[in-house]
């Protein structure tokens, strides 16, 4: 991989570190990135499914997971994982990233993972051929493209230190703190970084300096390399190595801090855990010394360093090997934002025209256009296009279940308000509030109780007593007039058309052989139209390729109801509109028809 990271580049993040992910999103927004850089969030503990940051002046809405499977089911492109999990689970983590696979590199901020973890995990992401930065690290970023949660600190530090657009140099350090200071030093001295890593100051780290300087080495971006080293290690001479074989062609600075630990008469860990020489070749002067001999440019100290860097840069532009690079435009992060109150996911009417889950209306409303009903549902319902068995259906249904006559609880109460001189709205509403368990919830139970005994490989007899033990009625059967002699043809059009159209019906057939046995009790214990439909969407869901997970989650929030809703929407209207056209009166229920028993009330 000659380049760690483009501006395509997606990431799961591995805990909710808000103030991390928003430094991520105005740095996309500030290098004009098109899609956000964080794809996903793992918050286990989280009962939401999205959280809002700052996309410049507005919002984004990004998903939440409950683990890194889920995630990388539902964010298959993201090929970076940011793992900000805590010391404790950051290694188990890691190894179930690298089981699932997907992952070009993975980036652990925890420090002082067991020596022992940290080297199996990092052999098993060296066997899988996975990038690791760190443990204990702040990441890693290419500028103008990608940058890892908090490197490069703020927005502004970011732009001062060029960190905003691509530069000529290849940065690897082992300190997070000093890599945004260089990064600083690079800007004023050359023309900035083009990659940069911070490996991380555990002592046993997933990739080391000679993995990042030689995928810089053939990254054509990178004209020269500045090495950060630190008392400790040896990993400085595998470096010196690749010089010398002539692995590595291109300039190197290098400077190994710690040089003071000469003065002193023990071994001192100087704040990294690996920054502590248990040799001689250990110390920073020996291997500045090595670095030095092997022909990589050594400053003779670290505050020579930026002279240093400006004496290399100079050369390599004057040698024509760095061009100028132009600036680029820039958005720039507002000062104050406002977090918006509502969210709205399926129509925009902003612009010229609005939209349905973004087509302009006009695409899908014109008859010639040869859209129906079915496909504005699909839309605004499930922000899908739907293939037109599936919307034909849709029709079906609502067509199915638009009115079955004055008779019934909703068209009732909505006869009943308008003849109390009630507006059309009104009306309405006093029919729709009928609908529930006892009226048009049927659907959803239908769908609900078929679909958990045929997931659960119930045979018909053993789906009877579970529900039996509940201690409710079959949703979805029985008619209290149809029956095997006089079948509702309703249904028999719906089988029809699922059998003629629908890729597979497996709930359906399954639901006939429940139905063979309940009409062997019984004559009316029939299929009836609401329970067909509830399980022939299930089964329409099923075909479009709807996890389980998905269709559960459509039947938990009454999305089956809403199509009955939807539907007798329009009887109910027909029956207030009839009501006012025939200027019926005011309805008074006739006394002969009540039962009146009243009795004295008691004395307490």
């Known amino acids: 991989m000659a380049q760690l990271f483009t501006k395509d580049t997606q990431a799961i993040f591995w805990n909710n570190n ?152 290849g940065l690897v350090t082992r300190s997070g703190g000093l890599f ?97 020489a248990n040799a001689a070749s250990e110390t920073a002067e020996a291997k500045n010394k090595a670095m030095a001999d092997a022909g990589i440019y050594v400053p003779a100290t670290f505050n020579d360093l930026p002279t240093k860097i400006a004496e290399v840069y100079g050369k390599l532009k004057a040698d024509g090997v760095i061009k100028n690079i132009p600036e680029p435009d820039m958005n720039m992060v507002p000062k104050v934002r406002r977090k918006k109150e509502f969210i709205c996911t399926i129509s925009d009417d902003r612009g010229d025209e609005a939209t349905y889950a973004g087509f302009p209306i006009s695409s899908v409303a014109l008859p010639s256009t040869g859209k129906g009903i079915g496909d504005v549902i699909s839309l605004l319902w499930f922000k899908k296009q739907y293939p037109k068995w599936a919307t034909d259906f849709i029709e079906t249904v609502i067509k199915t279940v638009a009115d079955h006559g004055p008779a019934v609880s909703g068209a009732h109460n909505a006869k009943v308000t308008a003849r109390a001189g009630k507006s059309v709205v009104e009306s309405l509403v006093t029919g729709l509030l009928t609908i529930g368990p006892r009226f048009g919830g049927a659907i959803d139970g239908a769908a609900e109780h078929f679909k958990y005994a045929d997931d659960n490989k119930l045979n018909p007899a053993e789906f009877l007593n579970h529900m039996k033990k509940l201690g409710i009625p079959i949703p979805g059967i029985g008619h209290r007039i149809k029956s095997l002699k006089n079948p509702d043809l309703r249904v028999k059009g719906l089988m029809d058309y699922a059998k003629e159209c629908f890729p597979a019906t497996p709930l359906l057939d399954y639901a006939r052989t429940v139905e063979a046995l309940t009409t062997s009790k019984k004559e009316n214990l029939i299929l009836n139209v609401d329970g067909t439909i509830g399980i022939l969407m299930v089964d329409m869901w099923r075909a479009l390729g709807y996890s389980e997970q998905e269709i559960n989650e459509f039947i938990a929030s009454g999305t089956l109801n809403a199509f009955f809703i939807a539907g007798r929407t329009i009887g109910f209207i027909g029956h207030v509109l009839d009501e006012k056209r025939l200027d019926m009166p005011m309805y008074r229920h006739p006394m002969d028809d009540i039962l009146y028993d009243v009795q004295m009330a008691d004395e307490i």
Not at 60 to 65: A, E, F, I, K, N
Not at 83 to 88: K, T, Y
Not at 110 to 136: F, S, T
């Open 180 to 276: 945004n200071e260089l990064s600083n030093i690079i800007a004023i001295n050359a023309d900035g970084i083009a990659e940069g890593v911070a490996i991380g100051g555990d002592r046993f780290v997933g990739s080391v300096f000679i993995d990042n300087l030689l995928r810089m080495q053939d990254n054509p971006e990178v004209k020269y390399m500045i090495l950060l080293g630190e008392v400790g290690g040896t990993e400085e001479y595998k470096v010196i190595d690749a010089v010398k074989s002539g692995r590595i062609t291109k300039p190197i600075i290098a400077w190994c801090i710690g040089t003071i630990a000469k003065y002193y008469d023990s071994g001192v860990q100087f704040g990294h855990a690996g920054a502590s």
């Open 18 to 169: 808000a103030s991390a992910i928003q430094r991520m999103l105005d740095y996309d927004y500030t290098i004009k990135r098109k899609t956000p850089s964080v794809a996903g969030i793992v918050a286990p503990t989280s009962s939401n499914k999205f959280e809002k940051f700052f996309w410049g002046p507005d919002e984004v809405m990004v998903p939440l997971y409950k683990n890194t499977a889920e995630a990388k089911a539902h964010q298959p492109q993201a090929d970076v994982l940011l793992n900000f999990a805590s010391l404790r689970t950051a290694y188990d983590v890691t190894m179930e990233a690298l089981e699932i696979g997907g992952f070009k590199s993975i980036m652990i901020t925890a420090e002082g993972i067991p020596e022992r973890l940290a080297r199996r995990m990092n052999q098993a992401a060296r066997d899988k051929n996975v990038i690791v930065i760190g443990p204990a690290t702040v990441g890693g970023i290419v500028p103008g493209a990608f940058k890892i949660a908090n490197v490069g600190g703020t927005i502004e530090n970011i732009v001062n230190s060029k960190l905003h657009r691509a530069g000529s140099c």
